[in-house]
């Protein structure tokens, strides 16, 4: 079953954006551009995550937001905050008035979609999507298996979950620093050059056979994944995590 996400956001062209990418990442998608039907709406119908823009028509966010925390039905309803509003001390109005995240104005679409997922997957595991496909590659979750038109290549358990941590968000750059924090975490202690290391072999493992690398090497800033629909041996390839 999709995840179902209401995003209640005023600007049309940002909407219809939004709209696109999280229908294109698996998502079933409602739309509302005031603040006082998005409140009737949910008190209709609970939808599993909300992405709440702070400046609306009629009620506003950060409004809707204190009332649905206040509510029995939308108490635990995952919560993006949306805004053009960055300072500090609207971040901690956001938090206090119950958002779970808060994402400024101009933002990435691939690091909403990745931060969207995270959150559901932190408080609605079932919801979030077993498969991910990026280009000609697909990683099944349940598994713990990658698929790639056609012959078999094995993962440990780092590169598994570095490819994993790219495919969630493809065509975004990230420094060594966010892979090592996305994929090793903060509290884990890493040389940066791990990451490098990593990187090799996840390539080396990605390529056999294949014309195409799907990880691209940003000088200067770090890596991106971005894989097309590469050309290598006839069939699928099952790429497994050792």
């Known amino acids: ?53 702070w400046m609306l028509p009629g009620l506003s966010g950060i409004e809707l937001c204190r009332r649905l925390r206040q509510s029995l039905a939308t108490k635990n309803l995952p919560i993006v905050m949306l805004t053009a509003r960055g300072d500090e001390l609207d971040r901690v109005r956001g938090f206090e008035m119950g958002a779970d995240d808060y994402v400024v104005k101009p933002f990435s679409v691939h690091e909403l979609l990745a931060r969207v997922a995270a ?35 094995h993962l440990g358990p780092t590169d598994y979950r570095l490819l994993e ?41 990605l390529l056999q056979g294949w014309r195409t690398d799907p990880i691209r090497t940003v000088r200067g800033a770090g890596y991106s994944f971005e894989a097309q629909c590469g050309e290598g041996p006839g069939g699928k390839v099952s790429v497994t995590m050792l």
């Open 165 to 205: 941590f790219f495919m969630q968000a493809p065509g975004r750059v990230f420094t060594r620093g966010q892979l090592l924090d996305g994929v090793w975490g903060d509290d884990v202690y890493v040389d940066e050059r791990t990451v490098d290391v990593h990187i090799g072999r996840l390539r080396k493992a």
């Open 119 to 153: 959150l559901l997957r932190r408080m609605n595991p079932r919801l979030v999507a077993d498969m991910l496909k990026v280009g000609d590659i697909e990683l099944n979750r349940s598994a713990m298996s990658v698929l790639r038109q056609g012959e078999t290549v």
């Open 1 to 53: 079953m999709s995840p179902r996400i209401l995003i209640v956001e005023d600007e049309d062209s940002l909407m219809e954006l939004l709209r696109y990418n999280f229908e294109k990442s698996g998502y079933a998608v409602e739309v509302i551009a005031d603040g006082d039907q998005a409140d009737a709406r949910l008190k209709e119908v609970v939808p599993d995550v909300l992405l709440l823009d």
